[in-house]
T-cell receptor
Framework: NAGVTQTPKFQVLKTGQSMTLQCAQD?????MYWYRQDPGMGLRLIYY???????DKGEVPNGYNVSRLNKREFSLRLESAAPSQTSVYFC?????????????FGPGTRLTVL | GENVEQHPSTLSVQEGDSAVIKCTYS??????FPWYKQELGKGPQLIID?????GEKKDQRIAVTLNKTAKHFSLHITETQPEDSAVYFC??????????FGAGTTVTVRA
């Protein structure tokens, strides 16, 4: 099992460009999450999908959109990238949406917006 | 999300000594408290978790203690080794079932 995979690993964009970050999991997780990690701020939730076909906003959703393509895949799209979106992005999967279910993280995508 | 405070932000210990990281939270209804370890260039990995019906949990050299009355929990690493050097995050579930993370502690184990 590959667990949670993310592509690409690194990306450099110019302001205004768009791109999609891909995430896939083979752990049969029902819930999937997108976080961003910035120095000194821990991980902040951007969007999540409690189950296939549903998506909801997290703490910092502005400037992003998501698609839960199927149970395995959850993508994050930046329509018009801004320097403030320079960050490391992590996708995570969770078996259910229970309060005590563990989240498993992918290796991350390091994004720089110039 | 819930407010989670984590201290210290950096911690340097001599190999073989113990390391302690503390977190406080605000929502008394929270009942799941995981700890994640993040090595350089990698995603966070769960190392131990505790649920609110337990006061302490131990797994080899790591342990977590929970004080629900005071709303704080701690990670204890004993007999630290160089491979324990990493960033550690505490997290708490909030009422809306999402995880809220602390800001992280960078642990450096000196040989």
């Amino acid at each position: 099992n590959a667990g949670v995979t993310q592509t690409p690993k690194f990306q450099v964009l110019k302001t205004g460009q768009s791109m999609t970050l891909q995430c896939a999991q083979d752990m049969n997780h029902n819930s999937m999450y997108w976080y961003r990690q910035d120095p000194g701020m821990g991980l902040r939730l951007i969007y999540y999908s409690a189950s296939e076909g549903t998506t909801d906003k997290g703490e910092v959703p502005n400037g992003y959109n998501v698609s839960r393509l199927n149970k395995r895949e959850f993508s994050l799209r930046l329509e018009s990238a801004a320097p403030s979106q320079t960050s490391v992005y992590f996708c995570a999967g969770q078996r259910g949406q229970g309060r005590t279910d563990t989240q498993y993280f992918g290796p991350g995508t390091r994004l720089t917006v110039l | 999300g819930e407010n989670v405070e984590q201290h210290p932000s950096t911690l340097s210990v001599q190999e073989g000594d113990s390391a302690v990281i503390k977190c406080t939270y605000s929502d008394s209804a929270s009942n799941y408290f995981p700890w994640y370890k993040q090595e350089l260039g990698k995603g966070p990995q769960l190392i131990i978790d505790i649920r609110s019906n337990v006061g302490e949990k131990k797994d080899q050299r790591i342990a977590v203690t929970l004080n629900k009355t005071a709303k704080h929990f701690s990670l204890h690493i004993t007999e630290t080794q160089p491979e324990d050097s990493a960033v550690y995050f505490c997290a708490v579930t909030s009422n809306d079932y999402k995880l809220s993370f602390g800001a992280g502690t960078t642990v450096t184990v000196r040989a």
